[in-house]
């Protein structure tokens, strides 16, 4: 079994629905993390979280929210999804220590397109 | 604010060849990691190699190694005896020592590993 587990692995969903992309992880990591990919763009950092106390934006929160259900937990929602949305969704996380090696550990994405 | 250019969109070698990828940073950091993550066709990123900034010497795992050139803030990966398997996106990362923990990620280059 994956360390870094994402439900919808994929999603075609309509403009204005609401969306939930879930990440669980058995890695006992307190650090999780949402990223997006698009084509050309790299990966960007939507939300983050150091604890289930600690939610913290990245550089392209709008449009986003995050929930950090418990350590394992991290899910990441679009209130109402719009077509500029549609991207390749990454969870990770790391473990304290990773702060001083910067090593994150990926689930395997959600793609998501939004019609 | 720190930023991390791929030059090289995409690349193409045969099979086991040596190939370099390129990666140039700016930052005014003096301390900090550099990394390279592999992005196969299953989408899950993984780390490659990882590299200290204090460190003079270059990183290496196996196959795959880096040129780091801190007065050039160049970090450019060489992946020697290409196999197939090493088809990917790859990824070169940033992240300064000290507060946020954020890793800023460049663009990507396609490399393709031709039979």
């Known amino acids: 079994d994956a360390d870094v587990t994402q439900t919808p692995r994929n999603r075609i969903t309509k403009t204005g629905k609401r969306i939930m992309l879930e990440c669980s992880q058995t890695k006992g990591h307190d650090r999780m993390y949402w990223y997006r990919q698009d084509p050309g763009l790299g990966l960007r950092l939507i939300y983050y979280?150091?604890?289930?106390?600690?939610?913290n934006k990245g550089e392209i929160s709008d449009g986003y929210s995050v929930s950090r259900q418990a350590q394992a937990k991290f899910s990441l929602s679009l209130e109402s999804a719009i077509p500029n949305q549609t991207a390749l969704y990454f969870c990770?996380?790391?473990?304290?220590?990773?702060?001083?090696?910067?090593?994150?550990?990926f689930g395997e994405g959600s793609r998501l397109t939004v019609l | 604010a720190q930023t991390v250019t791929q030059s090289q969109p995409e690349m193409s070698v045969q099979e086991a060849e040596t190939v370099t990828l390129s990666c140039t940073y700016d930052?005014?950091?003096?301390?900090?990691?550099l990394f390279w993550y592999k992005q196969p066709p299953s989408r899950q990123m993984i780390l490659v190699i990882r590299?200290?900034?204090?460190?003079?010497q270059n990183a290496t795992e196996n196959r795959f190694s880096v040129n780091f050139q801190k007065a050039a803030k160049s970090f450019s990966l060489k992946i020697s005896d290409s196999q197939l398997g090493d088809t990917a996106m790859y990824f070169c990362a940033f992240m300064k020592h000290g507060g946020g923990r954020r890793i800023i990620f460049g663009k990507g280059t396609r490399l393709h590993i031709l039979p």
């Open positions: 590299q200290e900034a204090y460190k003079q």
């Open positions: 990770a996380t790391s473990e304290v220590a990773g702060q001083y090696t910067g090593e994150l550990f």
């Open positions: 979280s150091f604890d289930v106390k600690d939610i």
């Open positions: 930052t005014s950091e003096n301390n900090y990691y």
